[in-house]
């Protein structure tokens, strides 16, 4: 069992950062793989990011290349997305989740345990 909880979100003005963090229970989670995903009001959840169990393998989503970036630190149980130049179609409920297993995954089906989210607002 992996509990998540994320935090770091709010309202940023165009062009602003934000650092989202994941804070994880159980002792599974330096195992798995983590991905970050967001959904946006009216649309279907969407991957973001994603990074391999010891994080040395990333992965992006075409619309997160460049601006975000992804960690994780093991010691901590915990995992983050570093977002830069933050756009008004960022705005979204961001996810935390935790995968299956230790390789990237993209696909919601391939993640096991999901946190509650937190919202971030990018106005323009």
């Known amino acids: 069992q992996v509990q998540l909880v994320e935090s770091g979100g709010g309202l940023v003005q165009a062009g602003g950062s934000l650092r989202l963090s994941c804070a994880a229970s159980?002792?599974?989670?330096?195992?798995?793989?983590m991905g970050w995903f967001r959904q946006a009001p009216g649309k279907e959840r969407e991957f973001v990011s994603c990074?391999?169990?010891?994080?040395?393998?990333?992965y992006y989503a075409d619309s997160a290349k460049g601006r975000f970036t992804i960690s994780r630190d093991n010691a901590k149980n915990t995992v983050y997305l570093q977002m830069n130049r933050l756009k008004p179609e960022d705005t979204a409920v961001y996810y935390c989740?935790?995968?299956?297993?230790?390789?990237?995954?993209?696909?919601?089906?391939?993640?096991?345990?999901w946190g509650q989210g937190t919202q971030v607002t990018v106005s323009s």
């Open positions: 989740a935790a995968a299956r297993s230790g390789a990237l995954f993209v696909k919601t089906n391939e993640y096991d345990y």
């Open positions: 990074v391999n169990w010891n994080g040395y393998s990333t």
């Open positions: 159980g002792r599974t989670f330096s195992s798995r793989a």
